[in-house]
């Protein structure tokens, strides 16, 4: 498959055991179940015809089956249970993996100071993180800050306003709802309107 399977080769491994010992007692039930009904069991070797159909009634030939039935049942649980947690162990392998990614792509998300670290979206402002009136003008005209999933919600003042799941942005600026956005970009334009 690919690189995770090299991880947690112990656990792989044993459990493969344990699927392929779950497996022969599974097939030795089935075996036994058959022969346990077609003989008759107990029955069988009491009637004078050992094997014979006409002596041992259907529910004797049931009857005598079933121990075969749970061995098997019992079987086919163990290899449900070894695919399960074969299934965990994938899921532990996959789980280190986006990590990985997510920590590799934090580093080059650390630049930008308004980005998490974690997620890559927008964080919601600080005081330091407030633009100046140089950097709105360049804001305003690229808006390249903006998250990727953003999408324009209105055009105030020939200023977009994006929104996202996490809130609203104008430039790299994140609000909590449009109206503060608004706000944002009023008093934006009385500063360099000045």
């Known amino acids: 498959m ?8 112990t656990a792989r491994s044993l459990l493969g055991f344990v699927e392929l ?3 022969v007692v599974a097939v030795l039930g089935l075996i036994l179940a058959l022969v346990g009904f077609a003989s008759g069991g107990v029955f069988g070797m009491m009637s004078s015809g050992f094997g014979s159909r006409s002596h041992v ?3 004797a030939r ?5 121990p075969g039935m749970i061995i098997a049942y019992g079987g086919f649980a163990g290899v449900a249970w070894a695919q399960v947690q074969r299934a965990t162990v994938d899921t532990a ?4 993996m986006i990590l990985e990614l997510t920590r590799r792509s934090a580093a080059t998300n ?3 100071s308004t980005t998490s670290p974690i997620s890559g979206q927008a964080k919601p402002p600080t005081k330091k993180s ?3 009136s140089a950097d709105w003008a360049s804001d305003k005209r690229k808006n390249s800050g903006r998250p990727a999933d953003a999408l324009v919600e209105e055009e105030y003042k020939g200023v977009e306003i994006y929104k996202t799941n996490h809130g609203n942005y104008v430039g790299e600026q994140w609000f909590p709802n449009i109206d503060r956005a608004r706000k944002f970009i009023d008093g934006q334009s009385d500063k360099s309107g000045q």
């Open 110 to 112: 650390r630049h930008n």
């Open 62 to 66: 049931l009857v005598s089956a079933i």
């Open 130 to 132: 407030q633009s100046s």
């Open 21 to 23: 010992i779950a497996w």
């Open 93 to 96: 392998s996959m789980t280190r």
């Open 2 to 9: 690919f690189s995770a399977e090299r991880e947690y080769t």
């Open 57 to 59: 009634p259907f529910l």
